[in-house]
């Protein structure tokens, strides 16, 4: 089995340099530049896949990004391995191992293969159709459906590899390297512009670079060794970046283009340590050069998929450029004049050529006529009609196919091979284009879509343009990119060539078989085996729309999203339901053009820069005094700080009790902090709260309640008037950023009359807030010069102060109910007024509590946190808070919609308290709060939204939002649970010293 | 990504801006006069043109100034770019 085809070198092979490399477990040996697919092609390995559905063996068909078969896994000696990697696009290294995918045990026996000869019991639809009922069985369904579905194996350890994005502006972008696009950038960098061109493969020169026939000349040199010069001169160029293995993914409006630059993949493995594997360039261009050419056609006949069948320009491309021949017994089949090509390059390596089958019954052709010279027999105006062979062809059968196309005539000949190529014509690869929003125009000549208009400053040029011959491109390129980039002159104005092309085609869709349709395997979408034979029962089952067909079939919607097949698809939807070609349109193209790997995608934003973390000054003694952290927003904040191995529950029990007993400390730095200055600062304040500002003593302290226009609770917190027109606003730690734009907002643009000015200080001050009974005694120690007395320094009021040298501002405000006091100081001596603060209680047993502790004591006074007691249909007077509202104020933003219909309803959700009727019953937050448990469907009043155990008050104690809760006063409901019913009453939120004396006690 | 010709700062990528809906929506100057009805229009009815329409943006990683765009929503061309409180061209 294991055969030498390689021939005679290939263009980019290096023969000195011997690979070994494993496939299914068995070693191979290639040559530096082979990729996997010609390495195993040049070991006689053909069948290297199952198919998608039908476990169809499946042979390597193509040479580049287009192929839908040869997909592998690949693995390493570490972590790695990776899904889906196109065997004909990953370039062989010492040390690789693949494996084929969609097969088991293995692909040459494969069990799953037994859906083959099921496959009239699996049309298009078939999921759809067979697993809708009975919906209760989809669980046991999925679980086999997911099973069998799918290709590769993803990685189940983390990425060991690193990926990083870059930016590139540049004047112009050139996307291609075949004759075309060196062309393009030459004639760009040499007049001035700073551009780029990107390749996809290793080597640049396209399909020109490994011509090598008299056939094809550019003054008088064959085409290829002409490019080849251009290539070495234009790699001196010095306004010219190249990045080949560099696949450009996505064209996005403004000529924004991402690409996907791979660095390591080529190398063996321990080269590749410490080094980038991905770039994804970003890519913002003046002018983009669309030079992407044009993927060749299959043909589509029954049994079209067999192993060793390949596109004839593959074999073309695997004999000059590798150096490989696919077989040793090789047919063509095609419909038009480039598989002669193909045959000549065979000849002229002396490759075998059983024969070729044309289409086309009369062809006028210098390239037929050299082949012919050859005495090879060629058979025109046949077709096609079958092959034989299961995991490599063995034969094909051949028919005359009648004047207008239809049907076959005559009498069948088979003929034995190894190897068919195929050519059905040529797609240009307008995929990028259109991503960019471009539209395309039907060329009927060829039957191909081209480019219509453009939406952005960008051209596309040579075969993806429709230019696909030689004289083509070199006739029309330089002409266009002289207008394009407004030069005036090309030193390729005056160039002589010679093009043999015969441009006639004979282009029939779907190809004629003595079978009837119905018994018939010819492949569309070869990835996702849907065939053509699906695409018409579609059609019988009402399908028109493209789109609609295309996710009936799941035509086209493979990894190589139907680089092969989308056009025959259109094209048999055309003549099956008679309409125009370009009237039926395209699906749409969308990114990526090749798939990009998640890694790629988030570059280095993973681990600890997958977000921002903000830390408080004092988060260092935190994380020394054992604080367990809660993320808030992007803000770390200590959560609790368990002693001597407590749980949550057991810590915050101690912390609570501490605070209101003697003394807690809580670290506020994260409130956001927002500096208010201007003669309008109260007006303005008077406006974004709902209660007023104006009457506000310089020095003093008010809570504010702030509301969207609908009337809906945004944000809470103190705002301390400093000055006559200075104030502090603090808000909560999550909303401040939003709070801060919301502001501006206003103020630009509702209120620009207004003098006032915002600024953000939330990281500028540390705040330490100290509470409890013994909080004057601890924080007149740290702050002595400081009258503490209750008759200067009352509940809600402020004072400047110094620590040592350092201004600090103090407030006396409270969120906990206790005696209570804020210093705010700039954030460098944060930690140290916290230590200073600390060593002052150590008397008091002062106690630093977290977030939790923090939430527990709110709650006991029944003060509400935004976003937790909140959501967005929270009105003030949802949350029984009337008393914030300002009824004199003539507006404040939100005011109208308080006495909109809806929100005057009495029975809105509406914030109370609940007490179990265990009080050691701790209930659940979210729970749902009903009435009546016997009535279905049972009526949902509302949900828990704080719920926990108060050591002080020493029985459990919850706030929830209640349906007409207000007039619910005493009444019991019901939370029902999982295992049981938990009997509640409702209750006044305030659960504790509802006449605020602890607050100067 | 489309580019915004932020009328203090210049060309920047639109991921340094924040969309803000449409644009010339002045806040009544008495809501409280105004009936349910008046004030949905208001406060709830926006336009969603395919087309060219106005809209309000805001150069958040910028200059975190607020200013008008022209924009035609079908290919997002921008046809003009001014700053608040003056006239919008027509279009």
């Known amino acids: 089995m294991n055969k030498n085809l390689r021939v005679k070198s290939g263009k980019i092979i290096d023969e000195t340099y011997r690979i070994s490399f494993q496939f299914n477990g068995k070693t191979y040996y290639g040559f530096q530049g082979d990729t996997l697919a010609s390495a195993l092609l040049a070991n006689d390995v053909h069948l290297v896949a199952r198919s998608f559905k039908y476990h169809r063996p499946r042979g390597i068909m193509t040479a580049g990004s287009e192929e839908p078969n040869a997909i592998v896994q690949l693995h ?8 889906n990697v196109r065997a004909t696009e990953i370039e062989i290294y010492e040390g690789l191992v693949a494996s084929s995918q969609n097969c088991w045990p293995t692909v040459n026996f494969d069990i799953g293969g037994i859906n083959n000869f099921l496959s009239p019991l699996l049309p298009a639809g078939f999921y759809y159709k067979t697993f809708m009922w009975p919906a209760s069985l989809w669980e046991k369904y999925e679980y086999f459906i997911r099973k069998s579905a799918g290709l590769g194996k993803s990685p189940t350890k983390a990425d060991p590899d690193v990926y990083e994005h870059r930016y590139i502006h540049c004047d112009v972008l050139v996307i291609g390297s075949g004759i075309s696009g060196i062309i393009a950038a030459k004639i760009s960098a040499k007049n001035g ?48 970046e190249i990045k080949t293995r560099t696949s450009v993914a996505a064209y996005h409006g403004y000529n924004f283009l991402l690409a996907r630059e791979s660095l390591t993949d080529h190398l063996p493995i321990e080269q590749r340590k410490g080094k980038t594997r991905h770039r994804l360039l970003k890519i913002r261009a003046k002018k983009v050069i669309s030079a992407t050419g044009s993927i060749e056609r299959p043909m589509i006949f029954d049994n079209n998929d067999r192993p060793g069948i390949l596109l004839s320009s593959s074999i073309k491309r695997y004999v000059d450029l590798f150096g490989v021949a696919c077989g040793e017994k090789n047919i063509l089949f095609t419909n038009n004049d480039s598989a002669y090509e193909t045959a000549i390059s065979l000849i002229q390596k002396g490759i075998n050529i059983e024969a070729i089958i044309d289409n086309r019954e009369e062809i006028d052709s210098r390239l037929v006529y050299e082949v012919e010279k050859n005495n090879i027999k060629i058979f025109k105006g046949f077709t096609v009609t079958d092959t034989g062979g299961y995991k490599r062809i ?65 051209l596309s040029i040579g075969a993806c343009n429709g230019d696909l011959t030689l004289d083509e491109i070199l006739g029309n390129v330089p002409q266009v990119l002289k207008k394009f980039l407004n030069i005036e002159a090309t030193e390729y104005a005056n160039l002589e060539t010679l093009s043999s092309t015969n441009k006639s085609k004979r282009n029939i869709w779907l190809l004629p078989t003595d079978k009837i349709l119905g018994k018939t395997k010819s492949f569309v979408d070869f990835q996702n085996d849907s065939t053509a034979k699906d695409i018409k029962l579609a059609l019988r089952e009402g399908f028109r729309s493209i789109e609609h067909v295309k996710r009936y079939t799941t035509t086209g919607m493979g990894t190589d999203q139907g680089k092969l097949g989308n056009m025959h698809a259109l094209g048999i939807i055309s003549e099956t ?16 053009y090749t798939p990009l790997t998640f890694g790629t995608i988030v570059g280095r934003n993973v681990g600890e820069f997958f977000d921002v973390f903000r830390k408080t000054p004092m988060h260092e003694w935190h994380t020394d005094n054992k604080a367990e952290f809660e993320n808030v927003g992007q803000w770390k904040r200590a959560w609790y700080y368990p002693k001597n191995n407590e749980d949550m529950h057991q810590a915050v029990q101690r912390e609570s009790k501490a605070a209101r007993e003697s003394a807690g400390i809580l ?18 304040l008077n406006r974004v709260y709902t209660n007023a500002w104006s009457k506000l003593a310089v020095g003093k302290c008010r809570y504010g309640l702030m509301l969207n226009e609908d009337g809906m609770v945004y944000d809470d917190g103190v705002t301390t008037r400093l000055d006559e027109n200075h104030y502090i606003m603090t808000t909560t730690t999550g909303g401040a950023a939003n709070v801060m734009s919301k502001l501006e907002d206003y103020l630009q643009t509702e ?74 100081i700039q954030a460098n001596y944060g930690k140290s007024v916290w230590e200073k603060c600390m060593e002052a209680g150590k008397d008091y047993n002062i106690t630093p509590y977290g977030t939790e502790t923090m939430h527990l004591l709110r709650a006991e006074k029944g003060f509400i946190i935004v976003g937790q007691d909140t959501d967005a249909t929270m009105t003030p007077i949802d949350l029984q808070m009337d008393w914030i509202v300002s009824k004199k104020k003539y507006d404040f933003i939100g005011k109208r919609s308080l006495y909109r219909s809806d929100t005057i309803r009495e029975d809105r959700k509406q914030l109370v308290g609940l007490l179990t009727e265990d009080p050691n019953e701790i209930l659940e937050e979210g729970a749902q709060i009903v009435a009546d448990v016997n009535k279905s469907p049972i009526e949902m009043l509302g949900h828990i939204t704080s719920s926990y155990y108060s050591p002080n008050l020493k029985k459990s104690i919850a706030l929830g939002v209640v349906k007409g809760g207000k007039n619910r006063m005493g009444q019991k409901l019901i939370i029902p649970m999982e295992k049981k019913n938990i009997n509640v009453t409702v209750a006044d939120p305030v659960f504790l010293d509802k006449e605020n004396k602890r607050l100067n006690a | ?48 043109i395919k087309g060219v329409q106005f809209e309000r943006w805001n150069h958040i990683h910028g200059c975190r100034k607020w200013f008008n765009v022209v924009r035609n929503t079908s290919n997002d061309e921008i046809k003009a770019v001014y700053k608040m409180g003056e006239k919008p061209p027509s279009y």
Request: charge should be negative; aromatic fraction near 10%; charged fraction near 25%.
């Open chain 2, 1 to 48: 990504m489309f580019i915004i010709n932020c009328p203090f700062c210049g060309e920047r990528d639109q991921s340094e801006f924040k969309a803000g809906g449409e644009a010339h929506i002045i806040r009544p100057k008495q809501p409280t006069e105004l009936s349910d009805d008046e004030w949905a229009e208001y406060l709830f009815m926006r336009k969603n």
């Open chain 1, 751 to 824: 209120w620009p009359e207004l003098d006032v000015y915002l600024t953000s200080v939330t990281d500028h001050f540390a705040t330490v807030s100290v509470c409890g009974p013994n909080s004057k005694k601890i924080i007149s120690q740290v702050i002595p010069d400081l009258d503490f007395s209750d008759k200067n320094f009352p509940h809600m009021s402020f004072k400047n102060a110094k620590i040592g040298k350092i201004n600090c501002r103090v407030m006396r405000i409270s969120f906990t109910g206790e005696q209570s006091y804020e210093i705010n």
């Open chain 1, 76 to 83: 390493d000696n570490s972590d790695r391995t990776e899904p």
């Open chain 1, 394 to 458: 063995k034969r094909i059968s051949i028919m005359q196919l009648s004047k207008d196309g239809q049907k076959v005539i005559g009498s069948k000949i088979n003929i034995s091979c190894d190897c068919l190529g195929v050519s059905g014509g040529w797609t240009p690869a307008v995929h990028l284009f259109t991503q960019s929003g471009g539209k395309l125009k039907f060329r009927d000549e060829d039957q191909t879509f081209i480019p219509d208009s453009y939406p952005s400053d960008q």
């Open chain 1, 577 to 592: 339901a008679d309409a125009k070609m370009g009237k039926l349109g395209t699906t749409t193209f969308r990114p990526p």
């Open chain 1, 667 to 684: 670290d506020a730095s994260t409130l956001g902090k927002i500096d208010i200055q201007g003669t309008d600062a109260s007006e303005f």
């Open chain 1, 193 to 240: 512009f700073k551009t780029l061109l990107v390749e996809e493969k290793p080597n640049l020169g396209g399909s020109t670079i490994y011509q090598n026939s008299d056939h094809f000349k550019i003054n008088n040199q064959n085409s290829g060794s002409w490019l080849d010069k251009e290539i070495n001169e234009i790699k001196k160029l010095k306004n010219l």
